[in-house]
Structure formats: C-alpha cells, structure tokens
C-alpha cells in the first residue's frame, strides 16, 4: 500500500515503491529459485541434486537479477555444497530424482576408482580431502557439472562408515531393487536426517529458558 497521508508525500510514495520492488525481487527469487530446493531439503538422497540444481538456478537468476544472483551465490558457496563432496555425493545412488543414466555414470565411477568390499573393509584407508586434519572438514568442491562427477577417493567413507556393502554397483542399475544390499543401503540413506531442526529447537530452548532465567534473576 503506497501512502500519501504525511508531511512529504513524494518522498513517502517514493521511498515505498523501491521497497515494494525489493518485496516484489524477493518474491519472485523465493518462488523461481529457494522455495522448491527448501521443500526438498529433509529429503537425504535428494541433497546431492537438491544442492546442485540450487546453484545452477542461481547462475541462472543472474539474466533476472544479478545482485541477488551473486549474494546468493556467495552464500550458498559459504554452507550449501556439502552434499557435493566425496563422502556425501554417494547419497545420489538411491535418490528417485537422478535417472538411471546418470546412477550407471556414477557407479562405473566408483568401480573405475577401485571400490568394493574389502576396500570398505580395510582400516588403512583414510579420507584425503580434509581440512587440517584427517578429522577436520571435508573440503568443499567446485561447482560439478552434474552429480556423481565429486565421486572421488574418499566416496568409499560413505559405504564404511554405514557399514554398508557396495557390490550392487557391479549390477545394472535396472537390477539394483532386487539386491538385498541395495535394499539395506537405500533404507539407510532415507532414514539419515540432512537438516538440522533439531539442533535449532534445542538452541531455541536454552534461548527461551536463559532469558526465562535472567528474568526470575
């Protein structure tokens, strides 16, 4: 609503029509490009591709509106490409939104790298791409081109740290719902929780009560 109603009226109306575009730049970013990927995040074997496809649609949205382009970019580069990396990009191999061509691409990959049981088994190996120390942070990739080309070395944490076998990969991807192993990843992957509401609430009940408390005080 533009009001007129107070000392200075041109500048009022003025002042209220940039805020409306902004209102305007930010419902139209919310709809195009955040609010599908958010309606997506609890789901785990969608990260991968909810991510990536989150920061095509921002390149994209730079012809529409380059700053919010770009301060979404940066911030998206800042949190949002963990689930790019080598240990999580597995999560791909049992999401319903990534087609079998591009599961075949992934597991002939991760064939191609070496991995199999006895890889999974074997204590010797260590993830290579880590921050400072072996058990520091992942480091975050660059963008990919599509998901499953961040399958690297250390993709294999993924199967050892769930204790998972990964010799559904030698099958066709058509065959993978018959083999037992598929099953038991597949039900693994889809009970993992990828966003962190939990910790929020939690963060949110300390809040509440420390204030509660400073008030009794």
Known sequence: VVSTQSTGAGVTVCANRVQLEKLKSF?????HVYVPRWLQCPVATAA???????????IEYESIHPVISKAGLKAVFKKHTCYLTDELTPLAFFSSRDSSEEKQKMADRMIELGFNRQTCQNRDVRVEKRISTKFGKPIMPAVPIEVGTELGIDSIMFFRIMGLNPSFLLL??????ESPYYKEAKKAANNLVVVNDTAERGVKLCQDFLGASIDEV
């Open 27 to 31: 419902v139209q970013f919310c709809m």
């Open 48 to 58: 991968p591709k909810n991510d990536l496809e989150l920061i095509n649609a921002m």
């Open 172 to 177: 066709p991807v058509e065959k993978w719902e």
